[in-house]
């Protein structure tokens, strides 16, 4: 059916969106009137991302009808569904859900295609609450937690390995009731589906799969961290869980082989595993390139080349900084955006970017961030700005080097009303100041932020100090997070290492952070308590902060935007090079 369709023609494209329930109504003349969102957000797709009639309409259109055939293969292998009359459904007044096919282009991460796949999906977003739902929060790890992990990783020359599961949260069983449409193209009339299994699309398919994980795990001896609920321990493997893709990590290959084979449905479990390379190389489009000098380097060029290639910079010269210097206004008088791409996509790209692999960028991506929903031609500008620095950039990532040493540090700056005099001075938004810090495990960063403050700080030493406080609240739990793994692999852990430094370049916010009962000034006096929770951390001797030179501040680049040598000098102590 769906081969025989002709793609280029209105009547059946009309046709295809009303069997998918993605067209809401039509003008007399019989012209696509108003698109339900889902359409418009296939419309708006990447090109990895084609909707059913960009699929079949495609080069690769063959490769999307095999996967379509081994989606419903294995949905019916493992009883996902039972085919039921229409009648059944509307007896019991349940709602029979819609139903669509969702396909990708799963890439490499140096951006070649690696597979085609096509899922299909209930419509999770027609599901009423408290009857075909309940609960729907499921956590992921974070990326905080899988740098920790590589890092230990090389200091301690663990082994490590990646598996993922095949059909994931079609492994767990569904409660509720819940009936649904076939599948465009398998169709047959008067039938539809009662759903066995956590298919996925429904709202409570990742908790429900996340759950069965977390059950399994923890019959074989595995517990869940307090600080990362997706990171799992057990007496001789380390396990980090992202969805349905799993880092395991030991000292002994053999310990993470057995972890393996009592899961494997062919060995005996209860789950059919998929396996990547024996070692870890790629996790969530991130390349780990394992370097002579036992270093690694995490790289995105599959994402920057989509970047380069959204933006249309692939002929243009490069530039050595991602900002101005100064700072991105508002430019609510200038020039309305009017370039053909879209803003908010490439700012998310960039985000997942600068978050994962190029901290480098997080100042520049951030101040964009701010007008998403208000763009102008500037704004543009300032990220096509970025796009070129990718460009002279593309085959840098962040290099993973760390110390013998497992010292938790934290290195804090603010950039005191960094806006005023490029905004409004009536605009209160224009007096705020920027939070920059960034936690290192063996000088290796492994958590990074660039923000503005929710607050207006009335001096420097306020900006710098609700900027300490702020970065201690990421730091503790770290350090949490390490006693615990540390405890796990037995590392014995010197008087050093177990005090983290906090380095701030701000004399005043140095010494009213250092002072148990510090002394309260017109200057001082008005700050928030909030803001003082963390000098008893300091008195109990687990943090001390010390002053370090600005030329040295790492933290300095997430604040401002700083000229070529002074920039250049900054990433050449954060990531390496």
């Known amino acids: 059916y769906l081969a025989g369709l002709d793609w280029t023609n209105t009547a059946d494209d009309t046709r295809l969106f009303r069997q998918l329930g993605l067209l809401m109504e039509e003008d007399e003349d019989g012209f696509l009137g108003e698109f339900h969102p889902l359409a418009l957000m296939a419309k708006a797709s990447a090109v990895d991302s084609p909707s059913l009639r960009e699929a079949m309409a495609g080069e690769d259109r063959e490769h999307f009808l095999e996967a379509m055939k081994k989606e419903i293969d294995a949905l019916a292998e493992k009883n996902a569904f039972i085919t039921v009359a229409r009648g059944k459904a509307v007896k019991a007044g349940a709602k029979v859900l819609g139903s669509m096919w969702v396909f990708k282009r799963k890439r490499y991460p140096d951006g070649s295609i690696r597979s085609h796949k096509a899922r299909w999906c209930p419509r999770g977003d027609q599901q009423r609450e408290g009857i075909d739902f309940f ?10 937690t899988v740098r920790f992990m590589l890092v230990l990783s090389i200091v301690l020359h663990l082994q490590t390995r990646q598996v993922d ?5 079609i492994h767990a069983d569904l409660k509720e009731a819940v009936y649904c449409e076939m599948p465009e193209g398998f169709r047959q009339a008067g039938s539809i589906l009662l759903l066995k299994k956590s298919v996925y699309g429904l709202r409570q398919s990742p908790l429900n799969w996340f ?3 977390r059950g399994a795990l923890m019959s074989r001896g595995f517990v869940p961290c307090t600080i990362d609920p997706c990171l799992f321990i057990s007496p001789t493997v380390i396990c980090v869980v992202y969805v349905d893709d799993c880092l395991l990590f030991a000292r002994d290959a053999k310990e993470i082989e057995k972890v393996i084979d009592s899961l494997d449905r062919k060995k005996g479990g209860e789950f059919d595993l998929g396996y990547e390379d024996t070692d870890v190389a790629g996790f969530l489009g991130i390349q780990l390139q394992k370097n002579e000098d036992k270093t690694i380097e995490l790289k995105q060029l599959g994402l920057i080349d989509r970047i380069i290639a959204v933006l249309g910079l692939e002929t243009a010269n ?9 700072a991105l206004a508002k430019d609510e008088a200038g020039e309305p955006p009017c370039e053909a791409w879209s803003y908010p996509s490439v700012v998310g790209m960039m985000m997942y970017l600068a978050a994962n692999t190029r901290p480098d960028i997080s100042f520049a991506v951030h101040q964009c961030a701010r007008f998403t ?7 543009e500008q300032a990220l096509k700005r970025i796009g070129r620095y990718l460009v002279k950039t593309r085959d840098r990532g962040m290099i993973i080097a760390p110390t013998t040493s497992l010292k938790l540090d934290c290195y804090a700056d603010a950039d005191f009303a960094g806006l005023y005099g490029y905004e409004t001075e009536q605009d209160p938004s ?3 100041s920027r939070t920059g810090y960034v936690c290192t495990l063996g000088n290796v960063p492994i958590l990074w932020t660039s923000k503005l403050q929710s607050e207006i700080a009335l001096s420097t030493l306020e900006a710098e100090y609700i900027d300490l406080s702020q970065a201690m609240r990421e730091l503790m739990p770290l350090r949490d997070l390490l006693g615990v793994v540390s405890q796990s692999l037995n590392l014995d852990r010197d008087d050093k ?3 983290s430094t906090v380095w701030e370049d701000n004399n005043g916010a140095l010494g009213l ?14 700050i928030a308590i909030k803001y003082h929770w963390f000098r008893s951390k300091i008195v109990k001797g687990s943090v001390e902060i010390e002053h370090i030179n600005t030329l040295i501040q790492k933290a300095d680049i997430f604040t401002k935007g700083l000229r070529r040598v002074d920039f250049e000098g900054k990433r050449k102590l954060l990531q390496g090079w």
């Open 135 to 144: 609960e729907t929060y499921a956590p992921v790890v974070s990326w905080v």
């Open 165 to 169: 599961y095949t059909l994931a949260f």
């Open 211 to 213: 759950k069965k994980l």
């Open 318 to 326: 490069g530039k050595d900084t991602p900002a101005e210097f100064g």
């Open 373 to 379: 929903h208000r763009a102008r031609a500037s704004h």
């Open 430 to 432: 224009s007096v705020k």
């Open 497 to 499: 290492t177990l005090i």
């Open 513 to 526: 952070a250092k002072k148990e009962a510090p002394l309260m000034t017109p200057r001082t006096k008005h």
